[in-house]
């Protein structure tokens, strides 16, 4: 039987989480490194996120990281995953990515989300608020005349006007529609949400109009994928980004990510064990062939030609062996093995 995982593109997403014990800074260094380990890995992409006033993430300035991340490496293409585009001037996304573009030619990607930060403090310091989410498909269309040479107000992009790598769209909320609207690639999860995203896939796929960017619906699934030598292994693997999202959602604030051994050993509150233990559940992980397993049915079921991996965890060794497993995955099933 044909593995359609041989057929499919993976990639990286890395949001620079920062560990306990560990500087901000250290954060984005490791993130650099990551993006050289993913290229001699054969991934397809390597992204970068957008965060502000987050404690335990890094990752603030997209463009900025991309930047250094493509002068790191050589072959794989870097971007973001996404750039808000509600907390900027679509002419100055515009500018930032065709400079990109320009010093790193044919290897940069656009990818765009609709997110104007998760606090009201951050909000007011943007200079932005809940409402500009809503303008995000006329700050789309907006971007994308700039980028084809449409200047209403006679400011002409330098040098971004001509690009021709088609933005990826982050479906949060009505982001479907609106790349199928706009006839955008799309990004989608999470994975633990399976029927949520199958709605999206679908609604993304029925709606599609074919554009000058790109003539037919292309989906990108996104989510955690864990590979370890076992399944106890892999879920360990899980254990800080779960305790963190729990925390965040019963203290309010996202915090860098502990080693699994101090969360095994924390006394969680009712509310925070049910967070966490769901945070947990819904992943793809366990050994390669228990994830490759998983991988198949993922992909018959979305059709997706293309699978954006966003684990985290605080151990950066265990965290490269599970990339470094799942490559070894692709290429067995690439290979007919």
Do not use: C
Not at 31 to 42: D, I, N, S
Not at 78 to 88: D, F, I, K, R, S
Not at 100 to 125: N, Q
Not at 147 to 169: I, K, N, Q, Y
């Amino acid at each position: 039987m044909t593995s359609v995982i041989g057929a499919t593109r993976f990639s990286v997403l890395d949001r620079s989480r920062i560990r306990e014990g560990h500087a901000d800074a250290e954060a984005l260094r490791d993130t650099v490194r990551f993006a050289q380990k993913a290229e001699r890995l054969g991934y397809h992409r390597f992204w970068v996120s957008e965060h502000h006033g987050v404690p335990g993430v890094a990752g603030s300035a997209p463009t900025v990281l991309a930047a250094a991340v493509a002068a790191a490496t050589s072959t794989i293409r870097v971007g973001t995953g996404g750039v808000m585009l509600p907390n900027h001037r679509p002419l100055v996304v515009a500018e930032q990515f065709g400079v990109l573009e320009s010093l790193f030619p044919g290897r940069i990607d656009m990818g765009l989300g609709r997110s104007v930060g998760f606090t009201d403090g951050v909000r007011r310091a943007l200079g932005r608020g809940k409402e500009d989410a809503e303008d995000f498909a006329a700050q789309l269309d907006e971007l994308l005349g700039r980028l084809r040479g449409t200047f209403p107000d006679g400011v002409r992009v330098r040098p971004a006007a001509g690009l021709s790598e088609p933005p990826f769209v982050l479906a949060m909320g009505e982001g479907a529609a609106v790349a199928a609207r706009a006839g955008l690639p799309m990004v989608i999860g999470d994975l633990r949400d399976r029927a949520k995203m199958l709605r999206g896939v679908e609604r993304y796929r029925a709606h599609f109009r074919p554009s000058p960017w790109a003539r037919e619906p292309y989906v990108v699934v996104s989510g955690t994928v864990a590979v370890a030598a076992t399944p106890e292994a892999a879920r360990r693997l899980l254990v800080p980004e779960a305790w963190s999202m729990a925390h965040s959602r019963t203290h309010g604030t996202f915090p860098p990510l502990p080693p699994a051994g101090r969360v095994e050993s924390l006394a969680l509150s009712p509310k925070e064990r049910d967070l966490y233990e769901s945070g947990l559940t819904g992943h793809l992980a366990g050994t390669e062939e228990q994830v490759a397993d998983g991988l198949e049915t993922l992909l018959k079921e979305t059709g997706a030609q293309e699978v954006l991996v966003t684990t985290s965890t605080y151990d950066r060794d265990a965290l490269l062996d599970s990339y470094r497993r799942l490559a070894r995955v692709v290429a067995s099933r690439a290979a007919g093995r």
